[in-house]
């Protein structure tokens, strides 16, 4: 069975950081390409960075480039997402997705809030 079980949201004020992790089981985590999206209310889902299965290509949303950073340990099965600089407009529920042969797995998400 796949779980991706993220963690590290919460209230920060604007300006703060926050790291999210994402432990992933069930799976290859070597093969899987590893992404972050995230959704506010009313809004759609949107991707937020993206590191591939090999980890030395990453990609963000034009809204958080020079701010997160996304990272993998290969040894704890965890893709990492450092947030800094944090706004208001950041606040969503952050959901950890792994593509592997085409499917796509997704954790419960976890809900970050930024205060002004």
């Known amino acids: 069975q796949v779980q991706l079980v993220e963690s590290g949201g919460r209230l920060v004020q604007a300006g703060g950081s926050l790291r999210l992790s994402c432990v992933v089981s069930g799976l290859t985590f070597s093969n899987a390409a590893m992404n972050w999206f995230r959704q506010a209310p009313g809004t759609e889902r949107e991707p937020v960075a993206r590191?591939?299965?090999?980890?030395?290509?990453?990609s963000y949303g034009d809204s958080v480039k020079g701010r997160f950073t996304i990272s993998r340990d290969y040894a704890k099965n965890t893709v990492y997402l450092q947030m800094n600089r944090l706004r208001p407009e950041d606040t969503a529920v952050y959901y950890c997705?792994?593509?592997?042969?085409?499917?796509?797995?997704w954790g419960q998400g976890t809900q970050v809030t930024v205060s002004s």
């Open positions: 590191i591939s299965w090999f980890g030395t290509s990453t």
């Open positions: 997705n792994a593509q592997i042969n085409t499917r796509d797995y």
